[in-house]
């Protein structure tokens, strides 16, 4: 890891390179850009540019449903929600003849709705 450090301050000669915290940032940027570049023109191409939206905000949900069954760590149960939510969205966006975008945004919105009113009906401790 040194080398590529030795590399970075070598080829960006900033002040701001003298931090690890912002060494790491860089590559990991360098190393998710192809990724995310693949990704988005499979997005684009398949019409489901709504989607990275209502699965970020599909998050409030798996966090509102770790709260209910009392998980620690909010990560798990919105990682697992995500994943579900993707998985049922495709099956039905397979399974009828309506657009993506359509069903997207029902999803999106019952997904949301759906975490608002856990939360809200959850007694404070």
């Given at each position: 890891m040194e080398l590529i450090y030795n590399?970075?301050?070598?080829?960006?000669?900033?002040?701001?390179?003298?931090?690890?915290?912002?060494?790491n940032a860089l590559i990991a940027i360098i190393l998710s850009t192809p990724i995310f570049a693949i990704l988005g023109t499979m997005i684009v191409n398949n019409?489901?540019?709504?989607?990275?939206?209502?699965?970020?905000?599909s998050?409030?949900?798996?966090?509102?449903?770790?709260m209910v069954l009392g998980i620690t760590n909010m990560n798990i149960s919105m990682i697992f929600f995500a994943v579900v939510f993707a998985l049922l969205l495709?099956?039905?966006?397979?399974?009828?003849?309506?657009?993506?975008?359509?069903?997207?945004?029902?999803?999106?919105?019952?997904?949301?709705?759906?975490?608002?009113?856990?939360?809200?009906?959850?007694?404070?401790?």
């Open positions: 590399l970075l301050e070598t080829i960006l000669p900033f002040d701001f390179m003298q931090y690890t915290f912002m060494k019409k489901m540019a709504f989607f990275s939206d209502a699965l970020g905000h998050a409030l949900t798996g966090i509102a449903i770790g495709n099956f039905v966006k397979n399974k009828t003849t309506y657009g993506a975008d359509t069903i997207i945004s029902v999803f999106s919105s019952i997904a949301i709705a759906l975490g608002l009113a856990m939360l809200a009906t959850r007694r404070k401790l």
